[in-house]
């Protein structure tokens, strides 16, 4: 995004298509201007006008609309800002984008743009950037309720204060460098120690947290394994509600992995149907490559997935060896169709259920949804939400861990620094020009 950031810019602020209502939103030197050429009226901040806008190019009637002008500073941008609120058509629209194109200095904004321009403003740093981002994505109210703390600067303020921390303690290790002829490293060594110690524990704990930020950010994975026909893709509609997989007494019906996006208790959980378990069978008569290949991306899927429902069926006389394999603390047993002559018996606790009756069912998603609670938990700390800032946070750590394991003060001197910036890159203090496209290109045209 190497674009002129003196430009007035301007993009629909709502989503494309009809609605009652459409906002237009320009920011830049030239957008009060604009607005008089429009309304043939001036602006006054923060007050809004009804006012007929006309094609300044012919005297053409756009429409009628509600006219809202901020001044820099005070706008989300930290420009002068004008929002048309228009009515929410897509003639109206386009002739209102086509004519803000026409008027001098104006283009259209670019994905993020305006967020970029509020950051580069000072009017946010980048983890408020980003949760700007994450609160228009939110699906579920416990994404939600995460990006609104992020964006009210909980991340911002735990990792600036522990950069004013570091840089406390750099200022007195170099101050006692000025001194060269005092016994320095053991002078001020314990006191520094301390606490880069404590600092470096801090950060390894905000590091170990099981990726409950991230996690809930990009939503829970469960996938459901079984044996071919123990109900997997059954209890994935009566999950889902609808009929989302084939469901068919045919051994091996499922092939491609399925999602649903649900919302367990406010948490956002991607449940994936699988191939039935048969892998010894791979080669044999009735069983094609494509089902050994369906087989292969369920066992992936079983690894990868941070919650794992294992189905049996309770019809059966044994359970399924495959299955039972992949029991672990990730797991969650349950047992379908206990409508029929139950039979099985397992070694470890399971949840019964019919996916054909539904009984059984609420006590499943229960259990369910506790254990997503019990993975992402609700803590009292903020935690990391995005792969970025965990790679600075590490540098950081590793950075305090070679400052405490150096020789000279100057060389931890040196860590130190380091360490400081890695933490600048999160909150965008310093270093931040090559971070910035990575992160606004993520948005999309109008925030
Ligand atoms: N009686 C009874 N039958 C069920 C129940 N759930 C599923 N079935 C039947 O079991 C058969 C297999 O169901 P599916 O949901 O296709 O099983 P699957 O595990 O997805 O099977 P594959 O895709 O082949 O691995 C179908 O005939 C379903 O109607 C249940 O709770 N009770
Ligand atoms: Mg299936």
């Given at each position: 995004m190497s674009t002129p950031v003196d430009d007035t810019i301007f993009a629909l602020a709502t989503p494309n298509g009809r609605s009652g209502i459409a906002v237009v939103r320009v920011s830049g030197p030239e957008s009060w201007k604009s607005a008089k050429a429009l309304t043939g009226k001036d602006l006054m901040a923060r007050t809004s006008q009804l006012l007929p806008l006309k094609n300044p190019a012919d005297g053409s009637l756009i429409d009628r609309a509600l006219v809202l002008g901020f001044k820099n500073p005070a706008s989300f941008t930290g420009e002068d800002v004008v929002e048309y609120h228009i009515h929410g058509g897509r003639a109206i629209i386009d002739e209102l984008l086509g004519v803000l194109g026409a008027q001098p200095g104006h283009r259209m904004a670019e994905a993020g743009e305006f967020t970029k321009r509020a950051f580069m403003n000072g009017k946010m740093d980048l983890t408020a950037a980003e949760a700007i981002a994450d609160l228009v994505d939110a699906e579920t109210a416990a994404q939600k309720a995460q990006a609104l703390s992020q964006m009210g600067g909980v991340l911002a303020t735990l990792y600036q204060g522990w950069t004013e921390e570091l840089k406390t303690s750099l200022a007195h290790l170099e101050a006692d460098l000025e001194f060269p002829d005092e016994d320095l490293p053991e002078g001020i060594a314990p006191q520094l120690r301390s606490v880069i110690e404590g600092l470096s524990q801090s950060i390894a704990d905000h590091l170990n947290d099981n990726r409950r930020g991230e996690r809930l950010r990009d939503g829970i994975h469960v996938a459901v394994i079984g044996a071919p026909n123990a109900g997997k893709s059954s209890l994935i509609n009566a999950l889902a509600q609808r009929d989302v997989a084939i469901v068919s007494d045919i051994a091996g019906t499922t092939r491609d992995v399925i999602e649903v996006h649900l919302d367990l208790g406010g948490y956002p959980v991607i449940l994936a149907d699988t191939a039935g378990l048969r892998p010894d069978q791979i080669g044999e008569e009735g069983q094609d490559l494509i089902e050994s290949e369906g087989i292969r991306r369920a066992l992936k899927r079983a690894q990868e997935a941070d919650i794992k429902l294992l189905l049996f069926d309770a019809t059966s006389a044994q359970p399924d060896p495959h299955t039972l394999d992949l029991l672990d603390v990730n797991a969650l047993v349950a047992v379908n169709?206990?409508?029929?002559?139950a039979a099985l018996e397992l070694p470890c606790p399971s949840l019964l259920f019919s996916a054909k009756t539904g009984e059984g069912l609420e006590a499943l998603i229960k259990a369910l949804t506790d254990k997503v609670a019990e993975l992402i938990g609700s803590s009292e700390t903020p935690s990391l939400t995005r792969q970025r800032h965990r790679a600075a946070l590490e540098a950081c750590h590793q950075a305090l861990g070679r400052a405490l394991a150096a020789d000279l003060p100057e060389l931890m001197a040196e860590d130190m620094r380091l360490a400081i910036r890695a933490l600048g890159r999160i909150t965008g203090k310093v270093d931040v020009e090559d971070l910035l496209d990575v992160i606004f290109n993520d948005f999309c045209i109008g925030k």
């Open positions: 169709k206990i409508d029929e002559q």
